[in-house]
T-cell receptor, first 115, second 117 residues
Framework: NAGVTQTPKFRILKIGQSMTLQCAQD?????MYWYRQDPGMGLKLIYY???????DKGEVPNGYNVSRSTTEDFPLRLELAAPSQTSVYFC??????????????FGPGTRLTVL | AQKVTQAQTEISVVEKEDVTLDCVYE???????LFWYKQPPSGELVFLIR??????QNEISGRYSWNFQKSTSSFNFTITASQVVDSAVYFC??????????????FGGGTRLMVKP
């Protein structure tokens, strides 16, 4: 199993550009999550999904959009990139949700810089 | 609201020393789950341990041990005989059984551990 994979690993965007961060998992997990990690900080939840076709906002959703058309894929869309979105983005997945205390497994991260 | 505090932002030790990383949490839920993750310099997040609120037994895995004390809302992590490969940022995290918590895993700010040879 590849686990959770993310592409690209690095990206530099100009202010106002858009991009999609890709995330895929091959563990047949129902739940998928997007987090951002700012320098020297812990992770904050952006969006999550409990299954195909169902998504919900996390703690810091502004400026982002998600979709979940399949169990395996959970792309994160940035529209009109801003310097405040410079961060490392992590995708994670789990079989059950956090209310069950299930462990989340993380991808390698995407380092995004907005100039 | 749930909260995790890791008061030690950075710790430096010499190889073979023992080191304890502190984690204090806040929650109103009676059922909750605590986690530790390791983030080595390569940047990925590696799961270390999960503990539920009803299991206060301490856990030992090789050189790693965890001390969970509900009375002080703490879930501390000790590395015995530290090695250079233990150098990383360590995160403590909390999730609640309450569905109103929004499927959130709340992270502490992390503790950067530097083990010098």
């Amino acid at each position: 199993n590849a686990g959770v994979t993310q592409t690209p690993k690095f990206r530099i965007l100009k202010i106002g550009q858009s991009m999609t961060l890709q995330c895929a998992q091959d563990m047949n997990h129902n739940y998928m999550y997007w987090y951002r990690q700012d320098p020297g900080m812990g992770l904050k939840l952006i969006y999550y999904s409990v299954g195909a076709g169902i998504t919900d906002k996390g703690e810091v959703p502004n400026g982002y959009n998600v979709s979940r058309s399949t169990t395996e894929d959970f792309p994160l869309r940035l529209e009109l990139a801003a310097p405040s979105q410079t961060s490392v983005y992590f995708c994670a997945s789990s079989y059950a949700g956090t209310t069950s205390g299930d462990t989340q497994y993380f991808g390698p991260g995407t380092r995004l810089t907005v100039l | 609201a749930q909260k995790v505090t890791q008061a030690q932002t950075e710790i430096s030790v010499v190889e073979k020393e023992d080191v304890t990383l502190d984690c204090v949490y806040e929650t109103r839920d009676t059922t909750y789950y605590l986690f530790w993750y390791k983030q080595p310099p390569s940047g990925e997040l590696v799961f270390l341990i999960r503990r539920n609120s009803f299991d206060e037994q301490n856990e030992i895995s090789g050189r790693y041990s965890w001390n969970f004390q509900k009375s002080t809302s703490s879930f501390n992590f000790t590395i015995t005989a530290s090695q250079v490969v233990d150098s990383a940022v360590y995160f403590c995290a909390l999730s609640e059984a309450d569905s109103n918590a929004g499927n959130m895993l709340t992270f502490g700010g992390g503790t950067r551990l530097m083990v010098k040879p």
